[in-house]
């Protein structure tokens, strides 16, 4: 090695990997270690001529490092990435970075910034979106930490992230976790995003479309309004035809979907927060009982219901789940942004929700054509409480709302499973309600627990009891 290297990397499995061949490609040297010797020695072995090093032994990967040292770990979410640390500290000195590039709980990052400052040490919780072909291409980086630290990390960053209209998908998030929970909040929409996408999918399916048909019909939403990274790999996926049995490989695939727990996180993160994500809720929930396969299959031969079977003028409906599709998933991104400006608001964080929109634009899972809509809803109107009130998106949903309403109600008709769907129109039906039965609600509760209710007629604030008449 003729020089240090500008940054280190613990944990080389593909993530890791492609980082770094990433780093390594904008002239960037880097020193690499995983705790299993061989395959540092294969991974530089199978790469000659870059600007890598490779290290058996912790201490002399960190001696390889220029200061203040930058060390970036690629390892598994929980007691890895605390037991990776462990091992790095008694090894760094005052002033050096350690970076979390996986997908750790906020809070966790939170408790590991306060430790490592307190020995004199900076922590960064980096998200970085875009799988396998994102680390090495160029993904979206999601960096919190002290201010101090985006000065040290800005020209690698900016380096490997993606690039939109020129500009670096990376931006310093805010301090502590924020960089870690704005990950969070993306994973919790991209959970959102994949359902209500599963949700129009399963709607064509049901009138009859073939499997080449609907990805036609995906590529051909990929080239105007709806146009994202996963609509894109949607049409893809479906076109995709099994090399021994010439089926869709779709078609192979058994119905169970995973999780690696950060929709949940978001799940909980809004109850605390006391902010309704109702689509991504209904998408988290669709996993859950996608796995449970075996009552499902059992409960199928029990449980009555119609066998969807949708006829009619096929045009007619693919334009209808269209506008159902985006609608959705506008109601997805509003609530994740609500939740982020609420918990901003919380931390201290000033989050710039229109600026963390326009790094989504590139080298994410959720990269979308219309994120460009989102900054500028957010630039116009800083103070913005909800995504659906801006002009662009108001006007989207008036539109959208009669083929919205005519698509969840087919599907319960027909007894299709539109969790998604229904809990964005729900959503959005509840927020345009000048009046909700919750006064209901609200006598309930002080008929059973005196807990008191405001009145229509009197200035807000003041209390009300009613004595109501025993239950007997």
Request: with cysteine; hydrophobic share 45%.
């Amino acid at each position: 090695m003729n020089r240090p290297s500008d940054i280190g990397l613990v944990g080389l499995a593909v993530m890791g990997q492609n980082l770094v061949l990433n780093m390594a490609s904008r002239g960037f040297q880097v020193s690499v270690f995983n705790r299993t010797p061989e395959v540092t020695d294969a991974f530089v072995a199978a790469h000659p001529g870059q600007h890598l090093a490779g290290f058996h032994a912790l201490d002399d990967f960190v001696r390889s490092l220029a200061r203040p040292r930058k060390v970036m770990l690629m390892v598994k979410a929980g007691a890895a990435v605390d037991a990776v640390i462990g091992q790095l500290v008694p090894l760094l000195e005052a002033g050096d970075i350690v970076i979390d590039g996986g997908n750790s709980l906020y809070t966790d990052t939170e408790r590991r910034d306060a430790q490592l400052a307190a020995l004199g040490l900076r922590f960064v919780g980096a998200g970085v979106s875009g799988g396998e072909e994102g680390a090495r291409k160029g993904p979206a980086i999601m960096p919190g930490g002290p201010d101090s630290t985006w000065d040290e990390l800005r020209p690698i960053f900016e380096a490997i992230a993606a690039r939109v209209d020129g500009a670096p998908c990376v931006r310093h998030i805010g301090p502590g976790g924020a960089g870690h929970y704005v990950k969070m909040i993306h994973n919790g929409i991209e959970y959102g995003d994949m359902q209500l996408i599963c949700e129009a999918y399963s709607l064509l399916k049901a009138a009859g479309l073939s499997t080449d048909e609907m990805a036609a019909v995906f590529d051909r939403w990929n080239e105007g309004e709806l146009q994202s990274y996963l609509i894109q790999i949607t049409g893809r996926a479906l076109a995709q035809k099994d090399p021994q049995t010439g089926l869709p490989v779709v078609d192979l695939i058994l119905d169970k979907a995973g999780q690696k727990g950060t929709g949940q996180w978001t799940l909980v993160n809004a109850a605390e927060q006391a902010v309704v994500v109702s689509t991504i809720n209904a998408a988290v929930e669709a996993r859950v009982l996608s796995s449970q396969k075996a009552l499902r299959v059992a409960a199928s031969t029990q449980l009555q219901g119609p066998l969807p079977a949708i006829g009619g003028d096929r045009a007619a409906l693919v334009a209808q789940v269209h506008d159902a599709l985006y609608a959705s998933k506008i109601v997805s991104y509003a609530q994740g942004l609500t939740l982020m400006r609420s918990m901003s608001d919380r931390q201290g964080w000033a989050l710039d929700l229109g600026g963390i929109a326009s790094i989504w634009r590139g080298g994410c899972i959720i990269r979308a054509r219309f994120l460009n809509r989102i900054t500028e809803a957010c630039s116009a109107d800083p103070g913005l409480q909800n995504l659906m009130l801006a002009p662009f998106f108001r006007e989207v949903l008036n539109r959208s709302q009669a083929s919205w309403r005519a698509v969840v109600a087919l599907a319960v008709t027909q007894g299709v499973p539109v969790p998604a769907f229904s809990a964005s129109l729900a959503y959005y039906d509840s927020l345009r309600t000048a009046r909700l039965p919750a006064n209901l609600l609200q006598a309930q509760r002080d008929f059973f627990g005196a807990h008191t209710y405001e009145r229509i007629d009197r200035p807000a604030g003041e209390w009300f009891h009613t004595v109501w008449p025993e239950v007997i």
